[in-house]
Nanobody, 124 residues
Framework: QVQLVESGGGSVQAGGSLRLSCEYS????????MGWFRQAPGQEREGVAA????????FHVDHVKGRFTISRDNFQKTIYLQMNSLKPEDSAIYYC?????????????????WGQGTQVTVSS
């Protein structure tokens, strides 16, 4: 069974950094995308970053580009999201997700499997 488990969330002051991890298991085929999404209270789920399973190509939504970086360790089966220069508007529950069919990386509907999420709170 596919499983994704996020960790690394917490509370940090504006300008600080966090590194989120997503350990995955149970994949029976190569993923197309591994992505990070976030959802704040009252907000829609937002695609933050994704990495291609085939090429390692990385994608980041514009308003986190230069602050957040997605990466992977294929041997450890872990996806990371390094978040620097955090802002209060980054506060959300962050989810990792896996897509096994081609789709648009920043759309939640492209992903078939999701972790439980990890809370990130950035205070001003």
């Amino acid at each position: 069974q596919v499983q994704l488990v996020e960790s690394g969330g917490g509370s940090v002051q504006a300008g600080g950094s966090l590194r989120l991890s997503c350990e995955y298991s149970g994949f029976t085929k190569n993923y197309v995308w591994m992505g990070w999404f976030r959802q704040a209270p009252g907000q829609e789920r937002e695609g933050v970053a994704a990495i291609s399973g085939q090429t390692g190509m990385k994608f980041h939504v514009d308003h986190v580009k230069g602050r957040f970086t997605i990466s992977r360790d294929n041997f450890q089966k872990t996806i990371y999201l390094q978040m620097n220069s955090l802002k209060p508007e980054d506060s959300a529950i962050y989810y990792c997700a896996a897509a096994f069919d081609w789709g648009t990386w920043y759309r939640a509907e492209a992903y078939s499997n999701w972790g439980q999420g990890t809370q990130v709170t950035v205070s001003s």
